[in-house]
Every structure is written in structure tokens, then in C-alpha cells.
């Protein structure tokens, strides 16, 4: 590095110091709000209503729609909304995907699964409006601020989002012990007022977008191109490898999403606010130290080893479940697994994140990111939603088995990969253009 490029290098202090990083703090808290009131902590609430556990599990897949945002990404990217042109382009869907959410939970806490039908597409409206609402973060971190401050800005959206993730998970459940869900998910679309008033405090990204005139160039260069980019930039056999890694990297952390994890627990002799203040609260901090675990060992050792522990490790703790299968509300034990599991997590997920901003062209961030980070989810969000149907044939046991094993194949896709992948040429092909 050159003295004139460290100069303007910021320190740690001013990558954290600097406002966009905090306005990524509430973003962060808006994107993790929705996310657990569509599948895990809805789980709670149908299960309560007598709803069978493959229905559970089927419903509780909304969160799918977080899996397929790379297919309207394009649109986010490059549609600057009418009626909401004068926030920006990157403000504009912020403030949108936020009013439909609060407008969603209300919808749902007025309908109730009483009312199961419409109930259950005002839920996949939340799923859809949050994975937007995703979408739309994750572009306007990308713009707000130079690759150098960008580990400031993940931290803090990090922390936002895990805070939500308290809120609606353990806050959730601790609330529901004493009053209505329905009252549950209005008291949650309230809180989402809060990251609302961030939208019209942010400042608008500074980018001068071009796009193409006429349709059939717009759809090129908005559909086609970032699809393209990335084939052209690695060989075809080493672009569908890298695919499958990521199909298959997060299996293991993402088949115990869904609704498969609120009737274990309950089964295994827990009530909801001993789920709440261990897997839902304790286990959201020791996931923040996990994240930065894994930043520490990707800075100092660099992304390929940190990447392949935290599939190894992920896969591993999916296995303490199996030891928990039992254990009649020993809370000990559900101290111990939570632990190990939420600290591989977030180790594994921040290993993810460097891996994946290292593929993108920023020519094209937010429709390729979306994807990749899609693609992510996919596999173990599609096995979680027939999670019920396996519990009810094998027990619960046997599917944390299959959880962990299916991680294997992206052990071995590991080492045919990244012999071959030079980590960073997305950037250098970026500014070459």
C-alpha cells in the first residue's frame, strides 16, 4: 500500500465515528425486525393456535421470499419510485418496504390464523416487503461509504440487527406469555416506527446512476448483465463451483430456521420465556461475539481458512441439538447448545459476508450481492420447510443428523474452488470499467 493511499485510510475510530455508520445501526434494526415475525416467532403463535407441524413448517417458509430477493433486485436497483422521487432512489424503497411491514403486522394481528387463509398472505406481503426492505440496505451500505469503512458500517447494522432480533424473539415471547399475539404484533409494528424516522435523518447516497434508455437495453443492462458479469469474469466450470459452494456453505444454519425450532423447544420441556431469555437473548450477544470472532480471524488470517471453519463449525453445532433431544427443560443444557450454536453462527456468517463482497462487481452490487446472499439461504430454507414432515418420520434426532451431513459436500466443493479462485478480481474488473 502506498504512503498516499494509507493516508487516506480511515483509522478505526472515524470508520465507526462517521454518522453513516449509525444510520446502518437503525437500517440494520429495520432489516432484522420482520424477519423472525414471518417464520420463527410466528411458529410460536400457530403453534398455540393447534396447527400441525407440517403446516407450521409450510407457513413459516415465508422467509423463502428473503431467498428469492435476487429476482425483483433489479428492479430496487434501477426503479427510482414516483411518488417518493424526491427521498432517492435508495430512501424511496427504504421508506416504502418499512410502511408496508408496519402496515403488515398490523394486517396479521388483526386477522388473526383464526382467519387462516388471508392470514397467511398478509404474512408472505411481510416476507416479500422485509427481503426488499434488504435489498434496499444492503445497496445503500454499499454506496454511503468507501469499501475502507464498509467492516464499520456491517458492524453496526450487526448490532441493529440482532437487537431486532431480540425484540421480536425473546421480547416477543416474554410479551405473549402475558397478552394476545395479536397485541404482540402490534406492539412490533409500532417499534418499526423507529427505524422509519432514520429514513427521512439518512442522507441519500451520492451516485450518479446511468441506465440505459428504451426497455430492451434496460432489461440487458439490469437483468442480464450482472448474471452475465460474473460467468465472464471466471470460467464457466469455476462459476458454477462457486455456486454451489454457496448453495451449500450455510445448509446446516439455515435448515434450523422455520418453524422446526418453537415445537422443539416446547417439546423438550421449555416454556416460552425460558426460550426467550436463553436461545432468544443470551444466545443473540453470544452470536455478536461470534461475528466478531469471525472478523478477527478474517483479518488476520484472510477469508479461505476462516470460511471453510465456519462451515465445519456450523455443521458441528447443529449436533449439540441431538445431545438436547430430551432433556425435560434442563436449562443447563440449553445454555450449552445455544452457546455453541449461536457462536458458530456468527462466526460463519461474517466469514460469509467478507466471501461473498469479495465476488461482487460493484458494477452491479446490489442485484449480485442479492443474489449471492439468496442463494445462501436457498438450500436450507427449502429443507426447513418440509422439516415437519421429516420430525414426524425420522424424530428429531435424525434430522439434526441430516442438518449437519449436509454440509459436507461444501467441504469438499472448498477444496476444488478456492485452488482456483483468485479472491478480488470483482473489484479490480470494477474499477478497470
Do not use: C
Not at 107 to 114: C, I, K, S, V, Y
Not at 323 to 346: F, P, R, Y
Amino acid at each position: 500500500m502506498s504512503d498516499a493511499v494509507a493516508a487516506k485510510k480511515p483509522s478505526a475510530w472515524q470508520a465507526f465515528a462517521q454518522p453513516s455508520a449509525w444510520t446502518m445501526f437503525f437500517f440494520g434494526f429495520a432489516s432484522g425486525l420482520p424477519f423472525l415475525l414471518v417464520a420463527g416467532t410466528l411458529a410460536y403463535w400457530l403453534k398455540e393456535k393447534d396447527i400441525n407441524l407440517k403446516d407450521i413448517t409450510l407457513i413459516a417458509s415465508a422467509g423463502l421470499a428473503y431467498t428469492l430477493k435476487f429476482v425483483w433486485a433489479p428492479l430496487v436497483d434501477r426503479w427510482r419510485l414516483p411518488l417518493l422521487g424526491r427521498l432517492g432512489q435508495r430512501r424511496g424503497w427504504l421508506l416504502l418496504a418499512q410502511l408496508i411491514v408496519i402496515g403488515g403486522l398490523l394486517g396479521m394481528a388483526q386477522l388473526t390464523p383464526d382467519r387462516l387463509a388471508p392470514f397467511v398472505w398478509v404474512t408472505i406481503v411481510v416476507a416479500f416487503a422485509g427481503a426488499t426492505l434488504d435489498i434496499a440496505v444492503d445497496a445503500y451500505r454499499v454506496e454511503i461509504a468507501p469499501i475502507e469503512a464498509q467492516g464499520a458500517l456491517v458492524a453496526t447494522y450487526s448490532l441493529g440487527y440482532r437487537i431486532a432480533l431480540i425484540i421480536t424473539g425473546a421480547l416477543a415471547l416474554v410479551l405473549a406469555d402475558h397478552t394476545a399475539w395479536s397485541n404482540v404484533y402490534r406492539a412490533m409494528a409500532g417499534v418499526m416506527l423507529i427505524p422509519l424516522v432514520a429514513v427521512f435523518l439518512a442522507h441519500e447516497p451520492d451516485v450518479l446512476r446511468e441506465h440505459a434508455s428504451g426497455w430492451a437495453a434496460g432489461l440487458r443492462e439490469g437483468v442480464v448483465e450482472p448474471f452475465a458479469d460474473f460467468f465472464r469474469r471466471f470460467s464457466v466450470p469455476l462459476a458454477l463451483g462457486v455456486l454451489a459452494f454457496i448453495l451449500l456453505a450455510k445448509i446446516s444454519d439455515q435448515s434450523l430456521g422455520g418453524g422446526i425450532m418453537a415445537p422443539f423447544y416446547l417439546d423438550q420441556g421449555y416454556s416460552k420465556t425460558q426460550i426467550a431469555a436463553i436461545s432468544k437473548v443470551y444466545g443473540i450477544w453470544v452470536g455478536i461475539a461470534g461475528v466478531f470472532l469471525g472478523g478477527f480471524a478474517v483479518a488476520r488470517w484472510g477469508i479461505r481458512w476462516p470460511l471453510l471453519a465456519g462451515v465445519v463449525l456450523g455443521a458441528v453445532s447443529n449436533l449439540l441439538y441431538v445431545w438436547l433431544v430430551g432433556a425435560n427443560g434442563d436449562l443447563g443444557m440449553l445454555t450449552v447448545v445455544i452457546s455453541g450454536e449461536n457462536l458458530a453462527q456468527g462466526f460463519q456468517g461474517t466469514t460469509l459476508v467478507a466471501f461473498l463482497s469479495a465476488l461482487v462487481n460493484q458494477r452491479f452490487t446490489a442485484t449480485q450481492y442479492a443474489l449471492f446472499s439468496s442463494l445462501v439461504m436457498l438450500p436450507g430454507k427449502l429443507l426447513s420447510a418440509v422439516s415437519g414432515s421429516i420430525v414426524l418420520v425420522t424424530g428429531y434426532g435424525t434430522y439434526f443428523w441430516i442438518t449437519a451431513l449436509a454440509s459436507i459436500p461444501a467441504v469438499l466443493l472448498f477444496f476444488w474452488v478456492m485452488p482456483r479462485l483468485r479472491l478480488g478480481a470483482a473489484h479490480e474488473a470494477a474499477t478497470k470499467a
